[in-house]
């Protein structure tokens, strides 16, 4: 325990990490898939496993520019020996002749290795006049020579299903002569925002209102989670409104997301809708910024409620629902990257919620991690999220933290940056 610690939570409230697990078992991958070309399978996700029916390389090819030869060639008891040009090999069109002793053929990266020639030596250490070549001695029979299964051999598995498929990827199945792919089909996922204080940015605000600032967040986050997203605009505090707004999401989307009124004791119609439309379970999550947070099903879709605070809602997407559309897009779950680093400055905090409070990551003079907290962490100002690159992540049984004090760090991924 810290040595800041004190006692915990009261029990009512869940661990954000088990509570990850219970929502994630509540949710499978979807069923569907298409093939697509390698040139529209960027940020897909692949739904079989690949196996390369290649070689690779196909051939023994050459690392560098230089000559090929043949190492018995060289004399031993020299550090140089000359030898007679016969001929050229690129990429693309190789040497067709035949190999004769003590000779060599100019060769280009990339292009075969000829028959009988087994060792490249780079050109900057050769020396070359007229037809006949001085060859500095390479290290050894092979060298910078790539030689054919090098890196693969044909039927050795590639990439498994539930990888998504970047640039890295793209670029190893065009190396094994791939054209099309099979992968889930995208999600798609519905979202609105609730309340008639909601206006739509541009326009002149009333007293007592407010920019819909939640849905363009969540519209971002679902951009960078990959999915497709229909945005049902702003839906007014009338209840047949709300109803009518969560059958039409639930008819067009894999998941309904809402954020706002999902906490216990909220005066407005979203939660009376919910436990009418669908089956919907509340809970209250020991996290900071968050706690009140809804999930279960409106027909066959998923429901997702996010608190209507606006860090309060990234947070909580970022921790529970982005894990949730993984595991709905079939991805492979990966566990978050986890840094130790030095607190500049003292952190504030009241024990009973884990806190993740954005921070700053940076290096220092001597090579060291350090995290600066963002300022004020209140979950409506927004501004500190856009300000961090990180989540400072604070014990649920933790109190105030000292400067200088080691906390964990958890640097935002792709999803938030």
Known sequence: MSPHATPSAPPSLLHPDQAIALLLAKVSPVADTEVVLLSDAF?????????????LPPFDNSSMDGYALRFADLEPTQQQSRLQLIGNAFAGHGFTGKARPHSCVRIMTGAPVPAGYDTVQ??????????????????????????????????????????????????????????????YRRLKVAFFSTGDELRPVGSELAPGQIYDSNRYAIQGLLRRAGVESLDLGVIADDPEAIRHAFRTAASQADMVLTSGGVSVGDADFTKQILEEEGQIDFWKLAIKPGKPFAMGRIGKA????????????????????????????????TAPLLVNASLTTPVRKHPGRVEYQRGILTRN?????????????????????????????????????????????EPFNSVLC
């Open 365 to 409: 003079a001597q090579g060291e991690l350090e995290v600066a907290i963002t300022g004020s962490q209140g979950s409506g100002m927004l501004t500190s999220m856009s300000l961090a690159n990180c989540f400072v992540i604070l014990a649920q049984e933790q109190g105030d933290t000292p400067a200088g004090a080691t906390v964990t760090v």
């Open 122 to 183: 780079m050109q900057e250490e050769t020396h070359a006049q007229g037809e006949w070549i001085t060859i500095n001695h390479p290290k050894g029979v092979g060298a910078n020579v790539r030689r054919r299964g090098e890196e693969l051999h044909q039927g050795t598995k590639v990439l498994k299903a539930g990888t998504q498929i970047g640039a890295a990827e793209l670029g190893v199945l065009a190396t094994i002569g791939i054209s099309q792919v099979r992968v």
């Open 302 to 333: 998923v429901f997702c409620g996010l608190p209507g605070n606006p860090v309060s809602s990234m947070v909580t997407f970022y921790k529970l629902v982005w894990p949730i559309l993984n595991k709905m897009q079939g991805l492979t779950p």
């Open 43 to 55: 940020d897909r996700v692949l739904a079989e496993d690949l196996a390369s029916h290649i070689d």
